[in-house]
């Protein structure tokens, strides 16, 4: 195409032809401001002709498309976004909440769409009874604030358990009737039941590693199908990492992959990704500490991680690592309905002593498994920004021997802080 | 599946043999490549290779179920306590493991033989109409003793000898003493399953076999330890989903020492650690109350909240106290960390009256 042809400003195009291009394949692959100081036209100018090039490419033919040889991949980067555009788009995403507002409300509203969230926790916290209630909650209808969406389950650990669906479902439908209004809201109530919320949970049961990363290859396409599905649970991504795995080279990088490929799942089909992960001991010495498994490289896969934890017994949700809220810890129970807000008789959670409860109870059963480490993170209740900290402790450290000893020291440099920062409140 | 030989799923020929010129000759093997790297030794392009990655995944993933249809085929078996069914939503369910953890002597072995009495019963009475395999690591196993269970505990059923005796003969069971011969078991288990119509997998206990070959206190050790105890399971976990039915395994209970000058001199829990703890679905703990008394806890469980029932050890085997709508909840706690109440000492009752 004819640089003379094409609709650019006379003067510019003067100044194209006097600088010797004549064809608009030759500006191809041309920087803008290479442009200005072969032509000498303006940045804006040069801006126009570029755009002006690549329209009439578009236009023109598949010169371009054969180039980098995936089909519609040859458009270029993705467009990009202002933040503003970011803001408001994810100002009308919804987020599922949990049916226990201290979690919602440190959460901002609820687990986030688009996200990936881990929740870690020791055996029987309540990760998969989490879990169960998200799956019922995605798909409380949007006249109710909900999402009214579907769900997958990846199950890799037998554990979800379809009596206990039941239970919650029943409690979450009944809790909605109650809410009932105006006529839109009874019309949803009379496809929202027990038996339509499992209709609408595909369930997929993975026993080993293999087989979860296949189901991950599938997914994308499963999601385009069901474009009503809002939310992915994964329960557990450890239990099958945990296991056969001679050199940990490997499965660090299956998991990175793994964890690129859920983060792509989560933005480009909007869903919220949520995985659980289970706890493991880290011996040093005599030393011993619980902490999230599967390394530190996975800490960084998840946007948001939630910890869950026994203090004495009372149940405790930490969120430990979250770009957009500080680090929180909340109570919670668990009923025969499901997650709850722990009960109102107790004191607040912002008024609660640094209790010696809390730490008496811990102290009873500070054990080689627990002690250390969930000590600390009791105790980051009272320093929040504490507990970021050692998650930017966390991150730096590496799986070497050296990176464990010194997210150990950052454990023990939190706890003092934590002890210092408690004592002032004390005093104050 | 996740072995499958690439030969065998959809893929060309030649694909196959150019993958298998380095070495890719299984799903396992080309999915655990990233993209690039398939790229790169199948020789196509981007878009070429995830098809292939896709239509290999395809012939690997599981299918997807909703879960309503995965509602008509769940499937309980019911522990013949009532209260216990109960709180467990119909009882121990199926395709899932139930651990057993206690103190000696306070009817870990006891509840397993019961439970093989009651699966092989015919379904109108409340059973599985199946066999068992009794893994049994202890030589804790005592016929003498099942079919006193038995008779004891459904002297209406079991009334002639030759239901005694078909009972008797559904439970197989094996003697494995050593680590090594457990997990080899298990890997052919599927075999015993299909041919002895097994409808339940009892391995007493889990713990013995593991505790007595690995010293802790040796580097390395516990890493092993906790590797075989995963692969164990894993092939487990495996076995009770593919034949929906249910596992029970017994656990030892061990001595956490208090450290860090607490006053707290120690307490009981289970054994084998936080690792294996997750990778039980329900666990049951028994207790000592005193020497005759004993109680059930519920300490993990996805549909039951904890939960506490006495009972005692008769001649039928467990015999819950107290009617069946008693039942005490109790505020939980860690269940790795539960402490477990043992017997402190021992009285005889040497003038039993009658």
Redesign the interface.
């Given at each position: 195409m004819q640089i003379s042809s094409c609709s650019l400003s006379p003067a510019v195009k003067s100044r194209l032809t006097a600088a010797g291009f004549h064809f608009l394949s030759e500006l191809r692959g041309l920087s803008p401001s290479h442009i200005c100081a072969e032509t000498g036209v303006s940045q804006q100018e040069a801006l126009q002709v570029l755009q002006a090039v690549r329209g009439g490419a578009s236009g023109g033919g598949a010169s371009v498309g054969g180039a980098s040889g995936g089909g519609g991949a040859s458009v270029g980067p993705p467009p990009s976004l202002t933040a503003l555009q970011l803001l408001q788009e994810e100002q009308s995403q919804r987020s599922i909440f949990s049916f226990c507002s201290q979690l919602d409300a440190t959460l901002g509203g609820g687990l986030p769409v688009g996200k990936t969230t881990e929740i870690c926790g020791a055996p029987g916290t309540g990760k998969t009874q989490l879990c169960l209630q998200l799956v019922v909650d995605v798909q409380v209808p949007v006249c109710f604030g909900g999402l009214g969406g579907q769900v997958v389950v990846v199950d890799t650990e037998g554990s979800f358990l379809l009596q206990r669906v039941q239970d919650i479902a029943g409690a979450v439908v009944k809790h909605c009737s109650l809410l009932v209004e105006d006529d839109e809201q009874r019309v949803a109530m009379t496809t929202f039941s027990v038996e339509t919320i499992l209709s609408n949970i595909f369930l997929v049961r993975c026993h080993d590693y293999v087989e979860l990363l296949a189901e991950l290859h599938l997914l994308p396409d499963f999601l385009s199908e069901h474009p009503r599905v809002r939310l992915l649970v994964i329960d557990s991504v450890a239990f099958p990492f945990r296991l056969h795995f001679d050199e940990l080279s490997q499965r660090t990088r299956l998991l990175n992959g793994l964890a690129q490929q859920l983060i792509a799942m989560a933005t480009s089909h909007n869903v919220a990704v949520v995985i659980t992960n289970q706890m493991t001991t880290r011996l040093r010495g005599g030393q011993s500490q619980l902490v999230p498994a599967l390394g530190e490289s996975w800490g960084h896969a998840p946007t948001i991680r939630l910890l869950l934890q026994w203090a004495g017994t009372q149940r405790l949700a930490t969120i430990f690592k979250s770009p957009g809220h500080p680090g929180a810890t909340v109570q919670y129970q668990i009923t025969s309905d499901g997650f709850r807000d722990a009960d109102q008789s107790e004191q607040p959670p912002s008024k609660r002593p640094r209790t010696h409860t809390v730490q008496s109870a811990t102290g009873q059963r500070d054990s080689n498994q627990s002690s250390a480490g969930q000590r600390d993170s009791n105790q980051s209740a009272a320093g929040q920004r504490d507990s970021n900290q050692s998650a930017a402790g966390q991150r730096d450290s590496n799986q070497s021997a050296a990176g464990q000893r010194d997210s150990n020291q950052s454990a023990a440099g939190q706890r003092d802080s934590n002890q210092s920062a408690a004592g002032q409140r004390e005093c104050s | 599946?996740?072995t499958r030989m690439l030969k065998r799923t959809c893929l060309s020929n030649d694909v196959c043999e150019q993958l298998k010129r380095h070495h890719i000759e299984s799903?396992?093997d080309l999915?655990?490549l990233?993209p690039l790297e398939v790229m790169h030794v199948a020789c196509l392009?981007?878009?070429k290779a995830i098809e292939l990655?896709?239509s290999?995944?395809?012939?690997?993933?599981?299918?997807?179920?909703?879960?309503?249809e995965?509602?008509k085929k769940?499937a309980c078996f019911s522990t013949s306590l009532p209260t216990l069914d109960k709180l467990l939503?119909?009882g121990l369910?199926c395709?899932?493991?139930t651990e057993v953890t206690g103190p000696s002597g306070c009817g870990k072995t006891q509840i397993c033989l019961m439970l093989s009495v009651l699966a092989t019963m015919p379904k109108s009475e409340g059973g599985l109409d199946s066999g068992v395999i009794y893994i049994d690591t202890e030589s804790a196993f005592s016929a003498v003793r099942l079919v006193e269970i038995a008779q004891s505990r459904f002297p209406d059923y079991f009334n002639c000898r030759e239901r005694i005796l078909n009972m008797a003969g559904r439970v197989l069971l094996c003697r494995d003493l050593t680590c090594q011969d457990v997990l080899n078991r298990l890997d052919t288990l599927e075999e015993d399953i299909i041919s002895s119509g097994a409808g339940l997998i009892i391995l007493d206990s889990v713990a013995s076999v593991v505790r007595k070959e690995f010293d802790t206190t040796l580097p390395g050790n516990?890493m092993h330890r906790s590797?075989l105890l995963?692969?164990k399971a894993?092939t487990l976990?495996?076995l009770?989903?593919q034949f929906n039915l249910p596992v029970v395994l017994t656990n030892q209970i061990t001595t956490?020492?208090?450290?860090?000058g607490?006053e707290?001199a120690?307490?009981v829990t289970a054994a084998l650690?936080?690792?294996w703890?997750?990778?039980?679905?329900t666990?049951l703990i028994l207790q000592y109350v005193d020497s005759h008394q004993r109680q059930i806890l519920i300490?993990?469980s996805?549909?039951a909240?904890f939960a506490v029932l006495n009972y005692t050890i008769e001649k039928q085997g467990i015999c819950l106290d107290g009617d069946d709508s008693q039942e005490t909840l109790y505020?939980?706690?860690?269940?790795?960390?539960q402490?477990i109440r043992v017997q402190t000492g021992f009285t005889y009752n040497l003038t039993q009256p009658m």
């Open positions: - | 599946m996740a799903c396992k999915l655990s990233t392009s981007y878009q990655l896709q290999v995944s395809k012939a690997v993933a599981p299918p997807v179920t909703t879960a309503l995965l509602c769940q939503r119909g369910p395709g899932t493991i516990l590797d995963g692969h894993s976990k495996y009770a989903h956490h020492l208090g450290g860090h607490s707290d120690g307490f650690g936080n690792t703890s997750h990778s039980v679905n666990r300490a993990k996805p549909v909240p505020e939980g706690t860690d269940p790795g960390l402490s």
